[in-house]
């Protein structure tokens, strides 16, 4: 049977089975048949089990960069633009996803905020999650300072947050590069200083999560978020702030 016949009725069949059963499609065939819209004459499945045992997984394959992925024998540029697509278009969607998500305590934000300080172990970086008055995220930002917990607490970057999306309830994260959970006082007064911020700007610091790896501390949970500012506290806020 001529080769191109033959392809050609694998990849019907491939493409019959991805219309009508999808989750029947292994992560190679999925591959597989992605790459029918860039390599349009060349057997595929030996690509997509070489890209695969080569990055580990289909998330690892698609956002690989390109100079990575033409590597791979029969990997070229077009396939390498297909990926980032896919990849780029994946990642839309899982934002818009979650921007629409109600959140209702630590649990729900646990798991999120783990994932985001994977890989991040060596350097401290600040996480703050913004959420509308039904609970849905609107928006997240990040940073990192050699002055720690300085520019977690910057009353003129949290002013400018709170401008840009009026949050009605925060979630502050960041990660502990020593592997120990517990905060430090300066994580405590820090956390204090943004919840008296959030106060006078009529919103609410819901939790604070301190991750190293997969352990977490909440200063929800632990019961140390405090409230009830006095007008002295509030004053005195407002008064640093016009410095």
Do not use: C, W
């Not at 985001?116 to 008055?133: R, S």
């Not at 002013?159 to 959970?181: E, Q, T």
């Not at 008296?196 to 140390?224: C, M, P, R």
């Amino acid at each position: 049977m001529d080769e191109r016949n033959l392809h050609g009725g694998h990849r019907e069949r491939l493409k019959e089975r991805l219309k009508a059963f999808p989750e029947s499609l292994s992560d190679h065939e999925l591959l597989e048949a992605l790459m029918f819209y860039s390599i349009p004459r060349k057997d595929t499945n030996a690509i997509a089990h070489a890209l695969l045992n080569s990055f580990g997984d289909l998330k690892k394959t698609l956002s690989a960069k390109e100079k990575e992925l033409t590597f791979i024998d029969g990997v070229g540029e077009n396939t390498a633009t297909l990926f980032a697509i896919v990849s780029e278009m994946a990642r839309r969607i899982r934002n818009s996803e979650s921007s629409g998500k109600t959140y209702i305590g630590f649990k729900d934000f646990k798991e999120e905020v783990v994932a985001f300080f994977k890989g991040k172990e060596l350097k401290e970086e600040f996480l703050i999650i913004m959420l509308d008055k039904n609970s849905r995220k609107i928006a997240q930002v990040s940073f990192t300072s050699d002055e720690r917990n300085e520019v977690f607490a910057d009353t003129s970057k949290l002013n400018d947050l709170f401008l840009r999306y009026s949050p009605k309830f925060l979630v502050l994260a960041h990660n502990h590069p020593s592997g120990d959970v517990m905060p430090s006082e300066s994580d405590r007064d820090a956390t204090n200083k943004v919840a008296l911020f959030a106060t006078l700007h009529g919103a609410k610091v819901s939790d604070h999560i301190i991750v190293s790896g997969d352990k977490t501390y909440s200063f929800f949970q632990e019961n140390e978020l405090k409230g009830g500012f006095t007008d002295k506290d509030i004053n005195k806020m407002i008064s640093n702030i016009k410095e």
